[in-house]
């Protein structure tokens, strides 16, 4: 079987699972919203005061960018997954309702109202009887937009740890698995029109009276939520039970995350604990979700727990940085630190080698000279962060442009010129395969970034669970974690396969230098690495 059939069937054996939690989670969001919109429509078409504030709330709720109102919920909910994506989008749903409801209603012809005002109905009755009928099509039109709408935006809700077909897209761009992309893009607008059409029957139904096509669609609905709602409420009934509860390990957004996580997973698995992996979420709501336990444990950084999570601005030596971290991150959230994997991943500026050849670059004080006449591109996330505000200021970076990019992208950038330079991370693969020079910060700007393993106060109380990760502590070197990044982002190996092999080649490492797990700097070349023949299993 080809590379690329094997990396399909990957991908569709997850279809199922994000497929359902997809559907559920915007057929949720529509009933809801429908339930609110609609008596609130009505409402506002019997009150103009009342129809300029609703309308006028929604629509300032619907300026917010999606992604932003996302992440927004995190915080004002104290959660992440469900509740948050799930009050997002019935947000979102509420405005193409409520318009299309206020003007269905005042757009009903004056001649039927007197009608059956003549006959003696109520207002109720003629409401009901009268009104709502002859603004049933116009009505689900605005649930037609409302639902093409949801299923878009509901696959942004993965950064928010709600698993969606997003999954697919998250995670396809931050590994350039095309196929990934393709299916979940592919599955998610399969789904919109799908929906789109069962909500067209129930149109046609109204507009011709025909109550079997109402019904044919309300089965439609009907099945689709069932059938999602089934997998959900098994895995729920499953998990959450006593000691087989399953344990969740977290990511964020970039490859080496994906290949941590499944590392973390693997090694949980291997010790008899259920596990599943709940990746792509952002930074600060990876940390927030674990202090809730929301996940049960992940990889961060400590440069970026130092700085973002306790707000440091001094950087004391690295093993006093560390031991401080485990103690503030313990007493003031209850976090556990397990150790230290063995490697740093730290921000990096880096060039392409042609430039930095010509213009005689080597470290970031050598940049600084020429900086005026360049642009820098990097994640976003990188130029909100306070050691982008140190490294600016401490060097005098004054560029002629900052480019926000997505990580995938901005190797891309540099290659074709768009930017000069780069704040790549030091252990990406793409650094030697995209011909990179990594300039030496000279006068370290940049706190520690060493890879450590967190646990949630919940899993923290679990013995199996401390006791099997901290065999990972001291085995992942710099080299062997850079082969795994490249093997993702490169040489498009799965995160799962490319994790078996960095665990094989940590194992290598222990073994050769003859270190016990506890020492983080383990270093192969300080022993002559791995056997060449044991090297070539691991790649």
């Not at 698993?163 to 992309?181: E, K, M, P, S």
């Not at 000279?369 to 642009?375: K, R, S």
Request: hydrophobic share 50%.
């Amino acid at each position: 079987m080809t590379a690329e059939m094997t990396n399909l069937t990957e991908q569709l054996n997850l279809l199922p699972g994000f497929l359902s939690q997809h559907v559920l989670l915007s057929v949720s969001a529509l009933a809801i919203g429908l339930c609110i919109s609609l008596p609130l429509g009505v409402l506002a078409s019997r009150w103009r005061r009342l129809e300029g504030v609703v309308l006028g709330v929604a629509g300032v709720i619907q300026t917010v960018p999606s992604l932003a109102l996302l992440a927004l919920m995190v915080p004002m909910m104290g959660m992440i997954g469900w509740w948050p994506a799930l009050t997002a989008l019935v947000l979102y749903s509420m405005l193409p309702v409520l318009r299309s409801t206020v003007l269905g209603l005042q757009g009903v012809d004056r001649a039927a109202l007197d009608a059956a005002t003549g006959l003696g109905m109520t207002p109720w009755q003629r409401l009901i009887r009268v009104e709502l009928p002859l603004a049933g099509p116009s009505i689900i039109g605005g649930i037609r937009t409302a639902t093409v709408w949801v299923v878009g935006i509901a696959t942004l809700a993965t950064p928010v740890g709600q698993t969606t077909l997003g999954n697919f897209i998250f995670a396809g761009l931050q590994t350039q698995n095309r196929t990934a992309v393709i299916v979940g893009c592919i599955a998610a607008a399969a789904l919109a029109l799908l929906l789109d059409g069962t909500i067209r029957l129930a149109e046609i139904s109204v507009r011709q009276r025909n109550g079997k096509l109402a019904v044919v669609s309300l089965a439609i609905l009907g099945a689709l939520t069932m059938g999602s709602a089934v997998p959900m409420l098994r895995d729920s009934w499953t998990g959450e039970m006593g000691s087989n509860r399953q344990l969740i390990v977290g990511a964020k957004t970039f490859s080496e995350q994906y290949v941590l996580a499944e590392l973390l997973a693997q090694r949980l698995e291997d010790a008899g604990l259920k596990v599943t992996t709940r990746t792509g979420l952002g930074s600060q709501v990876a940390f927030d979700a674990l202090k809730s336990d929301a996940i049960d444990c992940y990889v961060d950084y400590s440069g970026t727990l130092w700085t973002n999570v306790l707000k440091q601005t001094s950087f004391p030596p690295r093993d006093t940085l560390n031991h401080e971290l485990a103690v503030e991150l313990e007493s003031r959230f209850g976090v556990k630190v397990v150790g230290v994997l063995g490697f740093e991943n730290t921000y990096a500026l880096a060039v392409p080698k042609r430039l930095a050849d010509r213009l005689g670059l080597r470290t970031v004080s050598d940049l600084a000279a020429i900086a005026g006449d360049l642009a820098i591109g990097g994640d976003v996330e990188f130029f909100a962060r306070p050691e982008w505000t140190r490294a600016r200021d401490l060097y005098k970076l004054n560029f002629r442009n900052i480019v926000g990019l997505d990580s995938t992208l901005m190797y891309a950038a540099a290659d074709e010129g768009k930017v000069d330079v780069i704040a790549a991370f030091s252990t990406d693969g793409r650094i030697a395969s995209r011909d990179l020079v990594v300039l030496d910060d000279d006068r370290r700007a940049f706190p520690p970034y060493e890879a450590t393993i967190l646990v949630s106060p919940r899993a923290a109380k679990d013995p199996r669970v401390m006791e099997c990760l901290a065999q990972l502590v001291g085995t992942i070197d710099t080299r062997s974690i850079r082969l795994a990044n490249e093997n993702v982002d490169v040489k498009k190996i799965a995160p799962r396969v490319a994790a078996d092999r960095l665990w094989l080649s940590g194992r290598l490492t222990v073994s050769s230098v003859g270190t016990s797990i506890g020492e983080p700097n383990a270093d192969p070349s300080a022993a002559g690495g791995p056997p060449e023949a044991d090297l070539k299993a691991v790649r």
